[in-house]
């Protein structure tokens, strides 16, 4: 197995065709193009199909009739686009139905601009759309691990029968880096047959409906209960994270996600050489969220830096996190613009020198 | 001035008029129907226009071009319809224009049931949509409230040029009062003529542009810089509550709104006569979310109870509020049913008696 | 009275409104923007309401809306756009509901180019759409006429039930003439009030029904008659067309329409001065055609000439009118490309020296 | 090889797969919906894609895409939904696409009834869409015709260029006949490489464009004049029509298209058995028309019939056809009614005993 050199939304797109994913809706806008435009050229090769949507709308409703048939399908925008897709989502989630989105942030709100960003955060981890439901959110740092997440992603969609959002940033999107593919891939979790698809029955057996209208108001409760249950046992199972240096000694603990995470490990590694105590836990679930391990490293820090591409989005969970048991202290650009390990270094500098306001949410 | 007796959704719609409403652009879905249905057959009396589109996309790109125009503007819709409003949303808030949005919500997700639901707290309130934007959210708990709070509503979106929206749930619809309009009424604050807005200039005076387009991302940041100023003055300035018994002893304080907040004010009033010492905050904007209020009648508790009609949505806020202070217990239905006064009287019983078990949430 | 010197496509939209026309659904496309444009301003002024529609599929289904609401009301597009009304007009006739669709011709097929054609004739006045079928087509010649027909084409639409379309040309919509407007006009027709307008009945009447729908095949049929009673009657009462000079001797008839027929009467002009005997005919309605007149003045000639801005569609209307009994030339350009006063006396003299072939269609 | 027993719908979805058609794009609708159903199981199998699209406004632009990159495509739908095509079809012949489309007509305007039709004729013929434009129209009157004629389709779509049309009426859709598959099958024209097809040319060649906009006049119209020689080369080499008993004396020739020639076959029979002389043309393509053949045959008789389940559409080229060389009249049913071999029976006799009166059109 050799390492190829990609660009992040092409990585993105052959793990998914790796994966087995067959089918791509979706309708182009950058800067993500390069995902659908991969698919486009290698889904024919493996026997799969390719369709631009006449919008982001009848995409979603595509992924939705594609998934309920039992199919491995994606689809792929930004930001504007994901929102288009926001009643879908919510359907397939009441309809309990297993897809990847790939969510390739850029700056809003509207129609902002193409550079990247982090503010879908709360869109995609609190209220992507109307009713009780959520959908996993898998936040690479890397474009091997975008590789490797989208994988992972496929498998749990299929394991909860739920929506599965890959969240990047356009760095995450645009960058190239070596990455390899596992040949011989073991599924993540152990998957059954999917007996519920509507793959035509044919009399063979009783015919399986995919829905998620319920008009009697008890069963729909029921089915509220349900779906709660699978999310408690999300949020039990399936949270994943990193830490980097909380096994050191440290005053400032950072929490970053994505590529805004690795800016700040580089300026952890020059922080600790000029003998500053810091580290850092990142998340990569977002939903679900490690509370657990961002308190627990937070503890032992005497202040923590959040860090985000937002006006302040995540910060809202390490609050969570942390329920005042330590200042919370905020960097952040907006726009498009990218935090810079030098500032990252200044603002974590500021903090154990005291120059540092501490922020407050809730 | 005589009350009338009016169901709340055209009493909603009524109050829109009264507040100089003139146009409503739509899509029809059940429970709120009746608002669209009662503004075909007002707004021509006052000289205004309905439109019905042709979804509510199209919905939300019209009441995007009024609002630019400079007109009051509204619409309204029910969970699904909100979400595919969800991109029109962040465009209009990017583009710093108010209307009002009025979300008679149903049970989700997906299509789900056409009864009361409280299930879109967190998409009204933490991720509408892309981009960093809030929407300021409105919770009546009566008729009057509703009616009050929609000619307020007005005033707000034309005084921060942003959308405001009416977050109700299909017993706000659907039952009937005695409401009274005012007649002459002032606006809340101080508005300024709309001279931003695109009424043809004629060369009369630079051509105005509503645009939410930065391509240069120091214009965007700085951009997004100037809305999160708006959006902390809205914080600071505008939170409501309303508090019941709070001025009296109690041990368990109740978060609830909507008509979560009347159903338990029900059971406040036959626990209190049982001698049980209850009292409630109830959020009236939940954007922004009366923080301070609620730490603080809690911090006069024992525990606290939040109900809603969710699997949980509202608490996070309570759980941001309180930071571990007291412990949070939690009652609620999903998929339509309603929680009783009974429920609560039994809930707040067995938590008295230490019967009922805390829960957490981050 | 006085004349005002207006642009085409503004006299277009001013006669509407003078003739009452109240509401515009419309969907931008060149070159006749200046008529929303126009009526955006206008309306208002009126009392009326202008919407730019999601798409001409939109504009089409809000015309039947407002014209089964008892309004009068314009919709008005060029070449793709009016294929893209194709159902909706199907469906307008299909309820029998008055509505006036002005269609600025620009060249195809496709999105071909902005510059004039007359290529939509046989769209317009044989296969606008499925069904049995046909809507008056009305073609001026110049800006007063254009206004003119406009003003008569809501009085025919009335008088019928039925769609009536202005079908000029991107020179009717872009040159600028004097025009006036009769200040007090007579229907030209007996109109009666529309009782069977969905307009609200509040138990005042028996509820009225706009519907194409008749799943009973013997209905079918007989609404079917009913309409082919209703053409019948159009063929029979509302052919239009101008003579010039045809009561003077004449070797060739030209038959031409709008522009064109305008470019015609130049050269015919300077033909005669020339001591040519050269006489035309010119349909003003296109459907119900005037076969009679065209055949009548053809047999006064010993050939005839037709001249249009297409591959020759109306050509097939004037072989049906003559059933060779005389010869046929054309003369034609495409693309956008004008017919020149010098290439029609080229033709016509070629004619005269017996240098030009007849042709030949069915 | 073996004739099978299929429904119309079926056999006309499996000879398009055996043409090679490897992508269906459409939305459903009565009462051809066994054909996108049929394709929906059966291009898998072939390595093909079916998908259902968001509207016939969509299919229409997909089908433009998978021409335009090489594919053998078909859509079919019915009436209003042809209607709903009209913009893409202008589109896919001014960019020279070769598709198949096929549409089984039910009775219309507007949303008419769900029973057999020809009322779209004149549509399919004249006035499909905007610009100067054709499309092969092919009319089958059995099963085993609907099939190979869909073969041909293909090909003669891919030789000119060109969008080619199945006309059936819903009894070509539903009734069931034996039909047989030429297993091994030599295209009916040289077909050359699609090298102008958007394939990926990776530098290897010049790019290729798919492109209908032409915004210099003069470049629109030497496009329109390469369209219309294609045309004429069309109406020269593709004139397809059936005789019956016109090698015998016959003094009424019927002409009919379509199921209705099939029941006039029938009554052929029963005349010439009861001694009548009556003959038929029946065209097949209905563009190009077969003028020369009806004309020819119609001399022969003295006097034709024209049938039709329409007011009359067809009848306007037999008019143009026989010029008033012979009378003409006419026998029709509408809205879903059929014309019986009795009526066809009753009528020819009528005309023989000088009870029938002739029919005047243009």
Known sequence: MTKKLMKGSEAIAEAAVQAGCKLFFGYPITPQNEIPEYMSMRLPQV?????????????????????????RVMTSSSSPGVSLMAEGISYLAGSELPVVIVN?????????????????????????AHGDFRVLVLAPWSIQEAADLVQDAFDLADYYRN???????????????????????????????????????????????????????????????????KFDQIVRDEVRFANYHTDEDYDVLIVAYGTVARVCSTAIDELREAGKAVAMVRPITLFPYPY????????????????ELSSGQMIEDVELALARSRPIHF???????????DEVVAKVTAMLDGRSEEVHHG
């Open 47 to 71: 026997g799969g199909a390719f369709v631009q949507a006449e919008s982001e709308v009848a995409a979603s409703n595509m992924i939705y009739g594609a998934a309920g048939a039992g199919e």
């Open 104 to 128: 390739i942030m850029r700056a809003g709100p509207g129609l902002g601009g193409i550079l990247p960003s982090q503010a879908d955060y709360l869109q995609a981890t609190k209220g992507l």
């Open 163 to 229: 929506p599965v959002m890959i969240l990047g940033d356009g760095l995450i999107g645009q960058m190239m880096e070596p990455v390899e593919f596992r040949e011989v891939r073991e599924p993540i979790k152990e998957l059954e047959p999917k007996t519920w698809a509507t793959t035509g029955c044919n009399g063979s057996r009783p015919p399986n409906i995919i829905n998620s209208l319920f008009l009697d108001p008890e069963k729909l409760e029921q089915h509220n209960i349900h779906l709660q249950t």
């Open 292 to 307: 657990e391990a961002v308190r627990e490293a937070a503890l032992n820090a005497s202040s923590v830096l959040v860090a």
């Open 331 to 341: 960097l952040n650009r907006m726009g498009g613009m990218l935090v810079s390990p």
